[in-house]
């Protein structure tokens, strides 16, 4: 019986790791688009503001895609499966559109071409929402679900690696005064995207997973029901009606740590899609270099996700955020004072650090707060604000930029970092 049990989880982690490679195609390709396409808009545009807006429609592509590819994803049926046809044209056409992407930096800056790049990036963000819904699907598809946490950490920490490959390319070949070398960067990342996929497709049966099997009986015992009641269906849950009761079933508590993620995530978003505009506008730095000081953020951040959840357990998940949130401020402020390259490397590696510390015990925080069965609505809205700040932030945040100053974007952060730790202290953590 216990050899039995270790092989089958030994079966289960190979699956996610083979799985993993749809997760780190998502964080290579979306941190080279976030860390290089922004300075493109803004060479186009000359607005931090403008640029966040543009960063905003690509959030609301996803808004409104990925939910509505999942759920077809739910019930298609083939001889690959139900989430793999979706990846097998999700990647390759996210790696067409997102080398496209790198054409527009061998062309002359004119309004013909701008409207261009962004058709070019409508399309390569409908690629990446086409297949992310069944990519991540995948790690509850194939796992039983006491292994379901540890899967989704495996798939997480695949992503972030593909993040960190995306900065280190993106540092050792792009030079701003060869305008190739981002459409070389971008092809290399295509590559790695496409033996990502190869491995999926080889290695990733669907068919075997115990849960498919199961979803498909149950979809076909209720597919009748579901075709008589679909009209009551999409009156209930409309998005605005679900958004809305949500609201009402939740407490102060949950609502004040949710205007706290807003906050955060408002910060993290624009450090993101901003951070390698202000580096090439006020540090006169090349993209690639702005890229390579982001990567010591993200290295931090991997290296301490881990210890924060362990940290999280033993001293609270409240302390552990506002101690989060406090290095996280006051190395935004240390970065605003000095603005030179050596203490923005280490501004990074104390934000890396700080948002670990949040990130990974925000979510668990909130689930603490509510009844079991109403984690799976709650957790939507949790995301709704996670989603909405990054929709919003970079736009916000890009608004004040053009108003008072560039040099002002790691002040306007330690600005929603403060509010953040408000709305954190207003959690009654005996409630």
Do not use: H
């Not at 989430?83 to 390759?92: A, F, W």
């Not at 009641?229 to 009402?248: A, G, P, Q, Y």
């Amino acid at each position: 019986m216990n050899l039995s049990i270790k092989s089958e989880f030994d079966f289960e982690l190979k699956q996610t790791f083979y799985i993993g490679f749809g997760y780190l195609t998502i964080g290579i390709a979306r941190t080279l688009y976030s860390a290089q396409v922004g300075v493109i808009l803004y060479l186009f545009l000359g607005s931090y503001n403008l640029v966040g807006a543009w960063f905003a429609f690509d959030n609301i592509i996803r808004i409104i895609i990925q939910p509505l590819v999942g759920k077809i994803s739910d019930n298609t049926k083939t001889k690959l499966g139900k989430r793999l046809p979706y990846i097998i044209v999700g990647i390759p056409s996210a790696v067409i559109f997102l080398i496209l992407i790198s054409t527009i930096n061998l062309m002359p800056i004119n309004p013909e071409i701008f409207w261009l790049l962004i058709f070019y990036m409508f399309l390569f963000n409908f690629s990446m929402a086409f297949y992310r819904a069944p990519a991540t699907s995948l790690i509850p598809d194939s796992l039983n679900s006491k292994n379901r946490s540890k899967g989704n950490a495996i798939g997480y920490f695949m992503q972030g690696i593909g993040g960190i490959l995306a900065y280190i390319i993106s540092f050792i070949i792009i030079k701003e005064e060869i305008p190739i070398t981002f459409f070389l960067t971008t092809s290399i990342v295509g590559i790695i995207m496409i033996i990502s996929l190869i491995i999926i497709v080889f290695k990733v049966n669907e068919r075997e997973f115990k849960n498919y099997n199961i979803n498909i009986s149950k979809e076909s015992n209720n597919l009748q029901k579901n075709s008589e009641n679909v009209d009551l269906i999409n009156e209930k849950t409309s998005i605005l009606s679900r958004f809305r009761n949500m609201i009402k079933k939740s407490n102060k508590n949950q609502i004040s740590l949710l205007c706290g993620v807003f906050s955060w995530f408002v910060v993290y978003k624009s450090l993101e899609g901003l951070f390698p505009v202000f580096a090439f506008d006020i540090l006169d730095m090349g993209r690639g270099d702005a890229s390579g000081l982001l990567l010591f953020f993200a290295i931090s951040f991997i290296s301490m996700a881990l210890p924060s959840g362990i940290l999280g357990s033993k001293l609270g998940r409240k302390n552990v955020i506002t101690f989060g949130l406090i290095i996280f401020l006051l190395a935004c402020f240390l970065i605003f004072i000095f603005q030179i390259v050596i203490i923005i490397i280490i501004g990074f590696i104390l934000c890396g650090f700080g948002w670990a510390f949040i990130n990974i015990n925000a979510l668990a925080y909130f689930w603490n707060m509510v009844k079991n069965e109403k984690i799976g609505s709650q957790t939507g809205l949790y995301y709704v604000f996670s989603l909405s700040a990054s929709t919003f932030g970079p736009f916000i945040i890009g608004l004040f930029l053009d108003l008072i100053g560039t040099q002002y974007l790691f002040l306007l952060c330690c600005f929603f970092l403060f509010l953040g730790l408000i709305f954190l202290s207003l959690v009654n953590q005996k409630k």
